[in-house]
Nanobody, 118 residues
Framework: QVQLVESGGGLVQPGGSLRLSCAAS?????????MGWYRQAPGKQRELVAA???????NYADSVKGRFTISRDNAKNTVYLQMNSLKPEDTAVYYC???????????WGQGTQVTVSS
């Protein structure tokens, strides 16, 4: 059974940084899977933030380009989202996803709250 567990969310001031982690279990050949981070703010639809393909290629939403970096450690079955220069509009629940499609959307974590506020 696939499990994705996010961590690293919290409250941060504007301009600050956070690093989210997503630990995957139950995935055979993790390195072959595409991984992604999505977010959903109150009253809004879930949106793709960043995705990383099995081969290492990445894509970002325009709103986070230059500020967020997605990476993966296949030895640890973990994907990361480094978030710098955070803005109040980045406030949302962030979800990890995995799958064979790109961007992935087959399996989901439970989400981790990120709040950017002074």
């Amino acid at each position: 059974q696939v499990q994705l567990v996010e961590s690293g969310g919290g409250l941060v001031q504007p301009g600050g940084s956070l690093r989210l982690s997503c630990a995957a279990s139950g995935i055979i050949f993790f390195s072959f899977k595409n991984m992604g981070w999505y977010r959903q703010a109150p009253g809004k639809q879930r949106e793709l933030v960043a995705a990383i393909a099995s081969g290492g290629g990445t894509n970002y939403a325009d709103s986070v380009k230059g500020r967020f970096t997605i990476s993966r450690d296949n030895a640890k079955n973990t994907v990361y989202l480094q978030m710098n220069s955070l803005k109040p509009e980045d406030t949302a629940v962030y979800y990890c996803s995995s799958g064979s499609s790109y961007p992935p959307n087959s399996y989901w974590g439970q989400g981790t709250q990120v709040t950017v506020s002074s």
